[in-house]
């Protein structure tokens, strides 16, 4: 067990719909990162945020956006879902958010969009 | 730019046979760092190891080796004596410096490794 909480487990809902997912990081940890696993796109890395400002954007969709809130806690918001955006995705957590880091990452949100 | 390769999608060994899987990157920073998770059936993404680029010093850890080379950038993972528990897909990452210090990680594709008993 990582430290790091992610809700739902699992999500299933339709096109054109919007859902939030939600990622609490380890106890100390104030640095937040979310990726996206599919199978033809592999881990991306999607978004950061330290102490509940962004840091550092990857491979994010304008559709997909994020934020920390004051207890740490993210939430990432996928919106005008499309059949692609079916993919596992993973909140991870780090202490500094620096290069020498190391993430911790939660179970994992598996979305479905039918 | 960053980038880290996996050649390896899939490997098969037998239980108890030794497995390498290979992780070569590229980085312009003098200053990075290396790491390796293991991702189970299970799904969850589990920390390994990590290594800093000035540090080249083989790692081994149980059953678990490590071996970082600055010459041929590349950061392998060899498993002794494979079991089955060992069945996993394994990626390799690199960590550099973006821009304000914070990091950028980059992960390779993953390589699946099966043990079959």
């Known amino acids: 067990d990582s430290g790091v909480t992610q809700t739902p487990k699992h999500l299933i809902t339709a096109t054109g719909q919007r859902v939030t997912l939600r990622c609490s990081p380890r106890s100390g940890d104030l640095s937040v990162y979310w990726y996206q696993q599919s199978l033809d796109q592999g881990l991306q890395f999607l978004i950061q945020y330290y102490n509940g400002e962004e840091r550092a954007k990857g491979n994010i969709l304008e559709r997909f956006s994020a934020q920390q809130f004051p207890d740490l806690h993210s939430e990432l918001n996928l919106s005008s879902l499309e059949l692609g955006d079916s993919a596992l995705y993973f909140c991870?957590?780090?202490?500094?958010?620096?290069?020498?880091?190391?993430?911790?990452f939660g179970p994992g949100t598996r979305l479905t969009v039918l | 730019a960053q980038k880290v390769t996996q050649a390896q999608t899939e490997i098969s060994v037998v239980e108890k046979e030794d497995v390498t899987l290979d992780c070569v990157y590229e980085t312009r920073d003098t200053t990075y760092y290396l790491f390796w998770y293991k991702q189970p059936p299970s799904g969850e993404l589990v920390f390994l190891i990590r290594?800093?680029?000035?540090?080249?010093q083989n790692e081994i850890s149980g059953r678990y080796s490590w071996n970082f080379q600055k010459s041929t950038s590349s950061f392998n993972f060899t498993i002794t004596a494979s079991q089955v528990v060992d069945s996993a897909v394994y990626f390799c990452?690199?960590?550099?410096?973006?821009?304000?210090?914070?990091?950028?990680?980059?992960f390779g594709t993953g390589t699946k490794l099966q043990v079959i008993p």
């Open positions: 991870a957590s780090s202490h500094g958010g620096r290069a020498a880091d190391t993430q911790y």
């Open positions: 290594r800093n680029s000035f540090d080249e």
């Open positions: 990452a690199l960590s550099e410096p973006y821009i304000g210090g914070y990091q950028k990680v980059t």
